[in-house]
């Protein structure tokens, strides 16, 4: 009875490779979110989703694209990855979008990228 | 765009006595929330508490209390009590009210170690 899911718990792969990482929340929210720590522990927003608009962060490559096939997940897809990418990404779900609106992390899937 | 300054990297503190997080934010927005995040060393974020900033009174949860000085700009969480499974990174984060479905901005993040 997780509340916000996330799939594999641990990625290793290759410089050059495609993965995706999944994400499923069963709270019922509607806002979806990635976002990526890095080494130092930094925590940034990556892209906020709803069944509205997709906000991309402007510092975030187009490889990497998330997807949504219903309101309960969205997906991460991240092509040719680079040694750069290797972090913990955590999803996160919102009951909306308001600034009072608590977000709900998953336990984060740690990728590493050779 | 919201800016989170945590000025302590770490903290040393004995068990059972009281711990103030740092927590200052710039922001041009008049509507915010301000929240605060634990990740213990097995890697979960685990939400703490949330203030608005038209709240009047401080939030407060069990043990956790947030010291919210608005004209100062400052969101410090206070720990009553610390206990040794409070050893964690502590985030502070913020979010504008108008900013759609933006997600949170983060701070870097205090390391608190509980001494026993």
């Known amino acids: 009875d997780t509340a916000v899911s996330q799939t594999p718990k641990y990625l290793v792969t290759q410089m050059g490779n495609d993965k995706s990482i999944k994400c499923e929340q069963n709270l019922g929210h509607d806002t979806m979110y990635w976002y990526k720590q890095d080494s130092k522990k930094f925590l940034k927003i990556m892209f906020s989703?709803?069944?509205?608009?997709?906000?991309i962060n402007e510092t975030v490559p187009n490889r990497f694209s998330p997807k949504s096939p219903d309101k309960a997940h969205l997906n991460l897809h991240i092509n040719s990855l680079e040694l750069g990418d290797s972090a913990v990404y955590f999803c996160?779900?919102?009951?909306?979008?308001?600034?009072?609106?608590?977000?709900?992390f998953g336990p984060g899937t740690r990728l590493l990228v050779l | 765009a919201q800016k989170i300054t945590q000025t302590q990297p770490g903290m040393f503190v004995q068990e059972k006595e009281a711990v103030t997080l740092d927590c200052t934010y710039d922001t041009s927005d008049p509507s915010y929330g301000l929240f605060w995040y634990k990740q213990p060393s097995s890697g979960e974020m685990i939400f703490l508490i949330y203030q608005g900033s038209y709240d009047q009174q401080n939030a407060t949860e069990g043990r956790y209390s947030l010291n919210f000085q608005k004209a100062r700009k400052s969101a410090n969480l206070v720990i009553s009590a610390s206990q040794l499974g409070d050893s964690a990174m502590y985030f502070c984060?913020?979010?504008?009210?108008?900013?759609?479905?933006?997600?949170?901005?983060f701070g870097k993040g205090t390391h608190l170690i509980i001494q026993p």
């Open positions: 989703y709803n069944n509205k608009e997709l906000i």
């Open positions: 996160a779900s919102s009951q909306g979008e308001g600034s009072w609106e608590t977000q709900y």
């Open positions: 984060a913020a979010k504008a009210a108008g900013g759609g479905a933006d997600g949170l901005t």
